[in-house]
């Protein structure tokens, strides 16, 4: 257990929907990193926040976006779904700013499936 | 941009084989590279990691060296158990334009070990 949390688990819905997903980094950690897992790209850094603020941005569409509450958990917000959305979406925590040479821990991720 | 080239699989092998995965990457600073393990129905974990050149990771009979003449950073172990079959994922991390670090993932290759 890697005490990264993220609900939910399973996410079905229909296209042009919007769904939000939820990370709880492990104790202490300052940094929240989102990833998307699918067949066809691999693994995808989204978007990295620390203490509350945008730090790094990766590959992530405009219809997603995503931020970091003072209690440090962060949301993930996709809208107007597509098909190719369709993905597992990761969350990783660490406790430093910077990614250089430093372990992130990750969530046990939530599948999305866009019908 | 920056890449990561992971050998293609499945890789399968006897118990007690030695195992091999390749890993070269490009990149435009001078990274940290990381091998994360997935098992089945779990996020990733930090199997080992190295920040420069040389550079020896090392964690439950894996290695793997940073060789930045050959911008490569293979995954071995001399003895593979059943418990060892996942994916593993080669990954860096190199400083943006931005001043932050991104991190870049390879597709993964899946490890298959037999009795």
């Known amino acids: 257990d890697s005490g990264v949390t993220q609900t939910p688990k399973h996410l079905i819905t229909a296209t042009g929907q919007r769904v939000t997903l939820r990370c709880s980094p492990r104790?202490?950690?300052?940094?929240v990193y989102w990833y998307q897992q699918s067949l066809d790209q691999g693994l995808q850094f989204l978007i990295q926040?620390?203490?509350?603020?945008?730090?790094a941005k990766g590959n992530i569409l405009e219809r997603f976006s995503a931020q970091q509450f003072p209690d440090l958990h962060s949301e993930l917000n996709l809208s107007s779904l597509e098909l190719g959305d369709s993905a597992l979406y990761f969350c990783?925590?660490?406790?430093?700013?910077?990614?250089?040479?430093?372990?992130?821990?990750f969530g046990p991720g939530t599948r999305l499936t866009v019908t | 941009g920056d890449s990561v080239t992971q050998m293609e699989g499945p890789v399968t092998l006897s118990e007690e084989a030695f195992l091999t995965i390749n890993c070269t990457y490009t990149?435009?600073?001078?990274?940290?590279l990381f091998w994360y393990v997935q098992y089945p129905g779990e996020g990733l974990q930090l199997l080992l990691k190295?920040?420069?050149?040389?550079d020896k990771g090392s964690n439950k009979g894996f290695e793997a060296t940073y060789r930045k003449e050959t911008t490569s950073f293979h995954l071995e172990k001399g003895s593979v158990q059943v418990s060892d079959s996942a994916v593993y994922f080669c990954?860096?991390?190199?400083?943006?334009?931005?001043?932050?670090?991104?991190?870049?993932f390879g597709r993964g290759t899946s490890l298959i070990v037999h009795p």
């Open positions: 990783a925590s660490s406790p430093t700013r910077s990614h250089f040479g430093n372990e992130q821990y």
């Open positions: 104790s202490g950690d300052l940094s």
């Open positions: 926040y620390y203490n509350g603020e945008e730090r």
């Open positions: 990149a435009t600073g001078y990274p940290s």
């Open positions: 190295a920040t420069k050149a040389d």
């Open positions: 990954a860096l991390s190199d400083r943006s334009t931005g001043g932050s670090y991104i991190p870049t």
